[in-house]
Each structure stands twice: as C-alpha cells, then as structure tokens.
C-alpha cells in the first residue's frame, strides 16, 4: 500500500508566551503539527513493511527537519516543496502545490493529513488537496480500517461520532486521539539518510508562477494584530469579594449583552449574501443569518440561506429572503450543489458556520471553484472598498489578521458562538426553491453516534463551568449549586480530563478542542496550561478556582480564589443568589415564518 502523508512545521505551542500582553515569537522552536504526527504514524502502519509511505511538506530550507523526523518514525521518503515561488501561498495555493507533487509521485492508495495545523486552524488543506485530486474525504478520522478497495472509519463530530465508508484512493483527516503521534529524538533524525528527501520546485511538478505562492493565493492577509492579554489577575480573599468584582466588571448581566438588536430588513437588489445551514445547527444558523442580513443590509441587498432538508422553522424572520433547498442527505453531495448553485449565481459571499462539517465543505466549494476563503472568522466587517473583511485568529487567538478575498465569490467559516445575537424580525416567509439533484456520493454515511447533546449550550451559554483534573469525576455533583445559580451553566473540561474519559471530547476547550466566549467562565480545578487557556480567551470575565495560589490559570483570569472548591463553590452559589440577572437568551428559536 502506497500512503501519501501532509505535515507542516508549526511553533510550538507549549513555547508561545504573552510579556506584557504581547506574543513573544522570537526564538520559539519549530515542531511538526500533534495531528500531522498522527497521520505519519498511522500511515506507517498502514504501509507495512511491503509498503510506502512518502511525505511531504513545504515551506523554507529547514522545513526538512519535520521530514527528517517523520522519516526517522518509519516513513520512506520526502518530498520537500521547497522554491521562493511557493512563499506566501494561501491554503488554496499551498494545497495546489501538494496536490501537484502528490499527482508527479504517484498514484497512491491513501493520503492522509492532520485535521488542521495548531498554529492556523483552518483544517483546509486537506479537503481542498482531496477536490483538486478529484477524490473524496472525510475528516476527523479517530478509527480506520482499509483495504484494497475501500476505506471504513468512524469520525469525530462536534458532538460526537458518524461512521462512513468509501472507496479508495481517497483523502483522510486524523483526529487527535486516532492513535499514538510519530515522536524521534534528534539524534535518530539527525541520522536519517539525505539522499531519502526529494527537493521539487513549482516548475518540477508543472506549476506556474501565477499558480504559485502569494501570486496564486486568492486571499491576502491585512496588518496583523496582537490581542493583548486583559485578564486582570486581582485574587479575592472571601466568595463574597469575589462576586462583588465580578458585579463591578458586568459579568453577572449576562441578558445585556446577549441580544443585539433587531435582524435587518433587507431583501434589495443590491450584493446577495448567502449562508448554507447545516441541518442539525439551525440555532446557530440564526445567528449566521441575522450576520448576512446586517452585511446585506448595509449594501442595499439580500440574504439567501441554503439547507438541506428538513427545512429550519423561522428562516425569513432570522434574515432569509430567499431559501435553497439541496435534495440530498450526505455532506459530499451538499458541497457540489453549493458549489454548483454559487458558481451559476456569483453570491457577493458565501457564509458557512466552522464546524466540521462546514469547515470541509467549505473547503471543498473553495477548491472546487478557485474562490478564497477565510477559515475560522471571528468577526466579519465591509471594506471601505466594499469588500469582506473577515478577521481570523491564529496561534491560538493570541493574533488575529484581516483576510481578504480577490475572488468574485467571497468565503468565510465563522467559528459558533461569537457572532452577536439578533430578535428576529417581523414575520416573513421566504421563497423557498428546490436545487437540481446532485450526483452520486461516494462518502456515505452509515450510521451516527450522538454523545453529548448539550455541546451547543457550551458554545453559545452566557455561563460555562470548566472542570480540570484538579476536579475528581466522582465531585462532579457537588458543582451543581454554582451550576444553578449561573442559569444551569454547561460543563467544560481540559484535554486532560476528556483523555481520562471523565467527560466527552465534545467538552473539550483549548487549542485542539472548542472556544468559548461565555460572558463568565468558571475553570475549577484546572492548571491554566497555554493548550486549555487558549480556548477560554474570549470570555468577557474569568473566575478561576484553585487550591493552589502558585497556578498559572490565576493569571489568566481576571478574578482568582485560592481554596479547596468544594467549600467554594456553595459559598460562591449563596452569594450569587439574587445577583445574577436573567440569563436566558431570547425568545425560543422555533418561531414561524
């Protein structure tokens, strides 16, 4: 068996450092991505002794080293795309680039790559390689089986698993958890044979200087930004002091800041923003929606929201003049009649939510039509040339750049729960039109597994308790009066307790897991490591819990209380008592028209 493998360099994670509130990057060591590792070491094993497995990557000179070092784990040999043509390529032109070197050195059984690097996030690369291949994908791979024909996995979802089966050649993501990461010391990659790594060029693998890099990226990044640390790191001696700073700051008047307005009217003859809706996320589709009518709004334009079946209730009021039904069941044949249906009409922009679903078929739309497309968006503006400004974080939101798109379609992802939420607006029914049957699937779906089915209330709650392992599984019935007293506040955990198996992966906050931005996030028990923190900066207020006054998590929060939680917490939910205002979130999503 031939197996392909995509890995990227990124800084690592555990290096990254605020002084001052500003990222410290200089003299951070570089490292092979934690899902690209994942994806060599199943891919070796895969291959077997009687297979290969050939890996490739692209960046500068020294990019190698991640080569090296996955060549030392077992892998034959490397491909390095290494040409200053390739500098400054986007995720569609950096996956053109492989896809090419990966067309010249085949043909291979199977391609795998993580399911996004840890410094972008995005998780474009590898569904955009699968299209420009012509072979199908599936992403979040946590268990695989193939054989000579066909492929069967079982994937992780945003709350919980789906398994699918297709053929082969095809194109896999690697979840975090598929197994074991590929790990060498320096010495065994310092050992590895040079003569096994390739160098191509764009012009050895037939590509253009227009294809390539910065010239062939239909997306540009804008002046990038710091996001300065704000956390206040003030240490409250009684629970009642701390409730009382935590008034002072608003975070107890959670209904002030949940709904913004009213939905827009639009429906003018201006740019058409279209959102696609996912059938399971119509409450966040809402809030997708109620974005696209502002932004149509402000241009004298319109909104049309595509879905497959069943239709969501309440469309037109969320912001939808017009609805484009897709007549199928699997995410593939979702993404060719979207692509289809935008390339006939040229929306102004298309908006996906970023799960992981949406974040694949976005991918998929992009590649398919050579359009732009910004993964991952936390905040979407007009130009001043009337232009998308999509604001994406990296390095876990520690920087956050404007990307823009030179492409007459505009592509987003918008990461759930931090776009503002709307009233909707008076009654309307949208004209509802059937697209055209897609075509065959060759990725079907077989069956799902829905673990947790709160995971949606941890994303968008006004409220969030976080459990680390400071916090035994056996307790966790002891949180429930801080629970309560914040409006039924959902339960977050740290990689290292979904590890442990104590709650869902689906609960996870941090870099490999969810963000959050909770106008209160309560981490209890929790060591305030970069990988967990990170999914947490968004929240207006933190108030960390820990028995410990040296953490690390009391400096990123902005109120901390040192002692044994238990006899915290119901101190903390008598004193909230009467305190915290109203915490719903509006009316029920459910509305007609």
């Not at 991505?33 to 960046?59: I, P, Q």
């Not at 020294?62 to 390529?89: K, N, P, Q, T």
């Not at 010391?185 to 200087?209: K, N, S």
């Not at 909707?424 to 597994?449: I, K, M, N, Q, Y």
């Amino acid at each position: 068996m031939r197996v392909a493998v995509l890995v990227k360099q990124v800084p690592a994670p555990a290096e990254l450092r605020l002084e001052h509130g500003r990222l410290v990057r200089d003299g951070v060591p570089l490292e092979v991505s934690a899902y690209c590792r994942r994806a060599n070491a199943k891919a070796v094993e895969l291959a077997g002794s009687d297979g290969e497995v050939v890996v490739f990557t692209m960046g500068p000179p020294d990019a190698d080293d991640a080569l090296r070092e996955m060549l030392a784990c077992g892998a034959s040999r490397g491909v390095h795309l290494c040409d200053r043509a390739f500098a400054g390529a986007d995720t569609l032109a950096t996956a053109r680039a492989l896809a090419a070197a990966i067309r010249a050195d085949g043909p291979f059984d199977l391609v795998l790559a993580g399911l996004n690097s840890l410094d972008a996030d995005t998780g474009q690369v590898g569904p955009e390689v699968a299209e420009l291949l012509g072979l199908p994908f599936a992403a979040g791979v946590r268990d695989l089986e193939v054989d000579g024909h066909a492929f069967r996995a079982r994937l992780e979802t945003d709350d919980g698993y789906c398994s699918v089966e297709g053929p082969l050649p095809a194109v896999l993501s690697t979840a975090e958890r598929l197994c074991d990461p590929s790990k060498a010391p320096p010495d065994a990659c310092a050992q590895v044979d040079p003569g096994r790594i390739r160098c191509v060029t764009a012009a050895d693998i037939g590509l253009r200087a227009d294809e390539c890099g910065e010239a062939g990226s239909p997306t540009f990044v804008g002046p990038v930004r710091v996001e300065e640390s704000t956390r206040l790191a003030r240490r409250a001696s009684t629970a009642a002091e701390a409730v009382d700073l935590l008034d002072e700051m608003g975070a107890l008047d959670a209904a002030s800041a949940e709904l913004t307005g009213t939905v827009a009217s639009t429906a003018g003859d201006g740019p058409e923003v279209w959102c696609f809706l996912e059938p399971a996320e119509a409450d966040h589709g809402y809030e997708l929606l109620g974005e696209a009518a502002a932004l149509a709004a402000s241009m004298g334009g319109s909104v049309t929201g595509v879905t497959p079946k069943p239709v969501p209730a309440g469309l037109g009021r969320r912001g939808a003049d017009r609805v484009l039904v897709i007549p199928a069941i699997h995410p593939e044949q979702w993404a060719a009649a979207l692509a289809a249906a935008a390339a006939a009409s040229l929306p102004w922009a298309l908006l996906v939510e970023g799960t992981r679903t949406g974040r694949a078929l976005a991918s998929s739309v992009a590649a398919r039509n050579g359009w732009g497309l910004t993964g991952d968006a936390i905040g979407l503006e007009l130009s001043a040339a009337g232009r998308l400004i999509a604001w994406k974080p990296a390095f876990g939101g520690r920087l956050v750049a404007p990307i823009e798109s030179r492409s007459p379609v505009q592509l987003a992802t918008v990461r759930p729960g931090v776009l503002p939420r709307r009233l909707p607006r008076a009654s309307f029914r949208p004209v509802v039109e059937v697209l055209p049957p897609p075509g065959r699937c060759r990725v079907v779906v077989t069956g799902t597994d829905k673990l947790d089915g709160g995971v949606r209330e941890l994303l968008r709650a006004p409220a969030v308790v976080g459990v680390g392992t400071g916090v035994d599984p056996a307790d966790y019935p002891l949180l429930e009066p801080l629970r309560a007293a914040l409006g039924g506040a959902p339960l977050a955990a740290t990689r290292k307790v979904t590890d442990c198996g104590w709650l869902p992966r689906s609960r996870q906050v941090g870099l490999t897991g969810h963000s959050i931005a909770p106008r209160l996030y309560v981490p209890v028990g929790s060591g305030g490591r970069f990988n967990h923190t990170v999914g947490g900066r968004k929240a207006k207020v933190v108030l960390a819990l820990n028995n410990d006054p040296g953490s690390a998590m009391f400096e990123q929060a902005d109120v901390g209380l040192v002692g044994d939680w238990r006899e915290l917490v119901p101190e903390l939910a008598g004193e909230l008592a009467g305190r915290v205002t109203e915490w719903q979130v509006g009316p029920a999503d459910g509305v007609a028209g």
